[in-house]
């Protein structure tokens, strides 16, 4: 027997941060921002958080002891982090986000306008963190500073200039 997972999901990005938003049902939601840590400079290792055994052969990162992540603003803090990409020399990705499942969210009513609100001021705050975070160029793959190219803000897709000088 199986059954069908009825969870909407919508990816993003916003300033070079890429995110994902799931609805599970009625007020039930999540979101995540995916941080590449090739793309932070100095820092990225704070990030990369050291694993601890837990129950069932499973693995709990001790997030909430992060101040970089703690520093995040998150809708009631962040309750979720995860090593997506990384290992076997594979650049470094992790997972963190929130969700709205807590007792005093209960009687409220979010909107997907609501939590897209959410995803950029968390997104914001984390470039306050990391005010340097690296574009990703969609033409050559290289990774940039925001001045050495143009972000279209409608797609968020990022142009080095580099990439188109070589395309004139």
Known sequence: ???????????????????????????DWTYYLYLELNRIPD?????????????????????NNSEEIQAIDFHCGCTWYSKERGFDGE????????????????????TMEDIRRDVIRSIESFKVLVPKYKYWCQGNGGLYDLADGELNEETGKFISNEWRKEKL
């Open 1 to 27: 027997m199986f059954e069908e997972n009825m969870t909407r999901r919508w990816f993003g990005s916003h300033d070079g941060v890429t995110f994902e938003i799931n609805n599970f049902g009625e007020n």
């Open 43 to 63: 820092i990225s290792e704070l990030f990369w958080l050291k694993g601890e055994p837990y129950e069932k052969g499973r693995v709990f990162y001790s997030y």
């Open 91 to 110: 650049n470094k990705s992790v997972k963190i986000g929130c969700d709205y499942s807590h007792i005093w969210d209960e009687n409220c009513t979010y």
